[in-house]
């Protein structure tokens, strides 16, 4: 197998027992709901990728648990992102680039979208920046990518429900591998 492809799905396995924030589920459970969510809505094997993918940066540094709790933005989707495009195309790193922003775009334009924020995604919100300010709404709204960072972002606020059975991380890596650049 290609070893990039082991050592995703060993950081998977392996690395993401952790708790996911303040919520019930770990990090491997949480990035195999939100894969599993954008499988079912066939949304293809980039979205897959970046769902399955998209904290990586939560596994690939060492600030602990939830270091949102102790006032520290831990920048993950930035760290995620230096890491992935090494191995992947902008499909894949673009959504998880903007998958804090994308956070910040919703609390802006869905006046409902904040209520329906978990506790976790409540309090890294303020240090991330709250809400968007107009400007930048129209800034990301006219980037790249924008619509399919929003569509992750909807599946990270959903994939933390406790018990939830999903398939395990080998049955996203033929996905992954599909995503591979070159
Ligand atoms: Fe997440």
């Given at each position: 197998?290609?070893?990039?492809?082991?050592?995703?799905?060993?950081?998977?396995?392996g690395?993401?027992?952790?708790r996911?924030?303040?919520?019930?589920?770990?990090?491997?459970?949480?990035a195999?709901?939100?894969?599993?969510?954008?499988?079912?809505?066939?949304?293809?094997?980039?979205?897959?990728?970046?769902?399955?993918?998209?904290?990586?940066?939560?596994?690939?540094?060492d600030?602990?648990?939830?270091?949102?709790?102790?006032g520290?933005?831990?920048?993950?989707?930035?760290?995620?992102?230096?890491w992935?495009?090494q191995?992947?195309?902008?499909?894949?790193?673009?959504?998880?680039?903007l998958?804090?922003?994308a956070?910040?775009?919703?609390?802006?334009?869905?006046?409902?979208?904040?209520?329906?924020?978990?506790?976790d995604?409540?309090?890294?919100?303020?240090?991330?920046?709250?809400?968007?300010?107009?400007?930048?709404?129209?800034?990301?709204?006219?980037?790249?990518?924008?619509?399919?960072?929003?569509?992750?972002?909807?599946?990270?606020?959903?994939?933390k429900?406790k018990g939830?059975q999903?398939?395990p991380?080998?049955?996203?890596?033929?996905?992954?591998?599909?995503?591979?650049?070159?």
């Amino acid at each position: 197998m290609n070893p990039i492809l082991t050592e995703i799905q060993e950081l998977l396995e392996g690395r993401a027992e952790g708790r996911y924030g303040l919520s019930l589920i770990n990090q491997q459970q949480h990035a195999l709901q939100a894969a599993w969510l954008a499988e079912r809505e066939a949304r293809g094997d980039a979205m897959v990728t970046a769902a399955l993918l998209h904290d990586i940066g939560h596994l690939v540094h060492d600030l602990g648990e939830n270091p949102a709790d102790e006032g520290v933005d831990d920048m993950h989707e930035a760290l995620g992102h230096a890491w992935l495009i090494q191995h992947f195309g902008p499909d894949v790193t673009e959504p998880v680039r903007l998958h804090v922003a994308a956070k910040r775009y919703l609390c802006a334009v869905e006046p409902d979208y904040f209520a329906k924020l978990s506790p976790d995604s409540v309090k890294s919100l303020a240090l991330q920046g709250g809400p968007m300010s107009a400007d930048e709404v129209a800034d990301f709204e006219a980037g790249g990518h924008s619509a399919a960072a929003v569509q992750l972002r909807r599946y990270d606020e959903q994939a933390k429900v406790k018990g939830l059975q999903t398939p395990p991380v080998a049955h996203f890596m033929p996905a992954v591998e599909r995503s591979l650049l070159g």
